[in-house]
């Protein structure tokens, strides 16, 4: 009987060890559990919008790939969408309706300001992420137009972009440069598409775009007529640049759209922009996932990419997660 008592006493005793164990490491779960939700929390992130430009544009051409570069290295889907380009891209920025953007250094530096088109409405929270490539500024038109100078212009149909684009305010300071003004101008509302088809069948003159060359619009252009890219002379890009130091001296270089001859231009940068409160290990990803897959990059443009050239030129404050990222790589 008191054997049997004892074999009691012991069952119930190793089975009470067995609760307790089993007791504390459910407790122990629950407190690693609560750590990694505090620790990490952007993994409620579970999409990011990469907003880009028209789909003839290099913004479009390059969004998907870095959408792509992103996903993989964020683990969070990330899609390239069509837009209006820099301007209205900034606003989907400001808004919530996009995560990621594409724009112009000079369009950003006017948004985080509150300057021209952003009168008024600052994006005070604009951020970079860093710069990507020179987006040249082309005056686009054809052989058959007779337009040789910026002179030619005066009361020709001139596609200038959308009112606020990037492309818009391009236009406009080249025009000013140039001693003219809108006015002088039958001015068109076109986008890239939009411009070359006019071109196409005459219905405009001219078209300014701003794009990393070679861009698949005037590309298109090209194969059925013969393009003329209307030169910026060296006395006139240092006027522009003098007044508005975000432009560059650029030049086309022969063979683009068939040209027989390289072609003075300027340009501004391209840039990947977020808001400051996207979470550092993100902007760290989005940052590692372009910078440092420039060989997974295979559009033209693609050779400009490159961390050690990527805060040249930005104008406004880079994101803490980019920077970390950056300052890793030196």
Not at 58 to 75: H, K, M, N, P
């Amino acid at each position: 009987m008191k054997k049997n008592k004892l074999l009691f006493m012991t069952v119930l005793g190793l089975l009470l060890l067995v609760l307790a164990a089993c007791g504390g490491e459910e407790t122990s779960d629950t407190d690693s559990s609560t750590g990694d939700s505090s620790e990490g929390a952007t993994t409620d992130m579970d999409y990011l919008s990469l907003v880009t430009g028209g789909t003839q544009g290099t913004y479009y051409a390059l969004g998907g790939t870095f959408a792509d570069l992103i996903s993989d290295e964020t683990g969070i889907k990330t899609t390239a969408e069509v837009s209006q380009a820099s301007a209205a891209n900034a606003n989907a920025l400001k808004a919530g309706d996009a995560e990621i953007a594409f724009l112009q250094t000079d369009i950003a530096y006017y948004a985080k300001n509150g300057e021209l088109m952003f009168d008024g409405q600052a994006v005070e929270d604009l951020v970079a992420i860093g710069g990507l490539y020179p987006e040249t500024i082309h005056l686009v038109t054809t052989a058959k137009s007779g337009i040789k100078s910026f002179d030619d212009l005066k009361g020709k149909k001139v596609s200038v972009g959308a009112p606020g684009s990037g492309t818009y305010a391009n236009a406009e300071q080249l025009l000013e440069i140039h001693g003219l003004t809108m006015d002088d101008i039958e001015a068109q509302n076109l986008d890239f598409g939009e411009s070359t088809d006019g071109l196409t069948t005459g219905q405009i003159d001219a078209a300014f775009i701003t794009a990393g060359y070679p861009t698949a619009a005037v590309e298109a252009l090209g194969a059925t007529t013969d393009v003329v890219i209307v030169p910026v002379e060296a006395d006139k890009a240092e006027a522009l640049i003098e007044k508005y130091p975000y432009y560059a001296v650029d030049t086309i270089p022969a063979g683009t759209y068939g040209l027989e001859s390289e072609v003075p231009t300027v340009s501004v940068l391209a840039m990947i922009a977020v808001k400051s409160d996207l979470p550092d290990d993100v902007a760290y990803g989005i940052a590692k996932a372009i910078y440092g897959n420039t060989d997974k990059i295979s559009h033209a443009k693609g050779e400009f990419i490159k961390t050690e050239t990527a805060l040249d030129g930005i104008g406004i404050d880079v994101h803490p997660g980019a920077q970390k990222y950056f300052d890793e790589q030196q």
